[in-house]
């Protein structure tokens, strides 16, 4: 079992800053991070991808890997009250007999105050 | 438009009864997936499949069932046996390991 670990939160921010949600992984041998924004009531919608350390900018979003020290964030910049959700990490299982599934994290709440 | 469709939005299921969620895609992804998440949790995975006609089991497979008989379609039975089955049901596909999963509108299922 791979353990996906977030800050549950709730994060909170005002309108224009930046936000910052962090998530911790067990597995070192993991290749493929996920995030997801979860609006109340509704299904998970994929944000970003990454595979390779570093920074990776969609946007007002980006996502960092630093796979030394086994975490993954994403900043969201210029925040908004839109952006108000639950925010879900998860990395993929890419070898063994649970290839292709994903392990997520339970998500951090983050709140956009104007 | 291509996507995933998960059918019906809601349903009541009463005590001993199988009911069946349905869940079609036509973004022509080999994997699909079932999830099951409860008020303020995360997604537990029930089961996934990577190709047509085979299928592994998640985390929580206990009372539940599926089928891959077709690779636009990944159905969920939830079982009698399955005791505490309200919670909200999400299909997911991916054009496999180590790419994004993207999830349906979700079902949700309640006990009359």
């Known amino acids: 079992q791979k353990e996906v670990e977030q800050n549950s939160g709730p994060l909170s921010v005002p309108e224009g800053a930046i936000a910052s949600l962090n998530c911790t992984y067990s597995d070192r041998g993991s290749q493929s991070f996920f995030w997801y924004r979860q609006y109340s009531g509704k299904s998970p919608e994929l944000i970003m991808f990454?595979?390779?350390?570093g920074d990776k900018e969609d946007g007002r979003f980006t996502a960092q890997l630093n796979k030394a020290s086994q975490y993954v964030s994403l900043l969201i910049r210029d925040s908004q009250p839109s952006d108000s959700a639950t925010y879900l990490c998860a990395l993929g299982a890419d070898r063994g007999s649970t290839l292709g599934r994903l392990y997520f994290g339970r998500g951090t709440q983050l709140t956009v105050w104007p | 438009d291509g996507g995933i469709t998960q059918s019906p939005k809601y349903l009541f299921r009463k005590e001993g009864q199988n009911v069946t969620l349905s869940c079609e895609q036509n973004?022509?992804?080999?994997?699909m997936y079932w999830y099951r998440q409860d008020p303020g949790q995360g997604l537990r995975l029930i089961y996934y499949?990577?190709?047509?006609?085979?299928?592994q089991k998640g985390d929580i497979a206990e009372g539940y069932s599926v089928s891959r008989e077709k690779k636009e379609s990944f159905p969920l039975t939830v079982t009698s046996a399955q005791k505490n089955p309200t919670a909200f049901y999400l299909c997911?596909?991916?054009?496999?390991?180590?790419?994004?999963?993207?999830f349906g509108d979700g079902t949700r299922l309640s006990i009359l």
């Open positions: 973004l022509n992804h080999d994997a």
């Open positions: 997911a596909s991916s054009r496999g390991p180590n790419q994004p999963q993207h």
């Open positions: 990454i595979y390779s350390n």
């Open positions: 499949s990577q190709i047509v006609n085979d299928f």
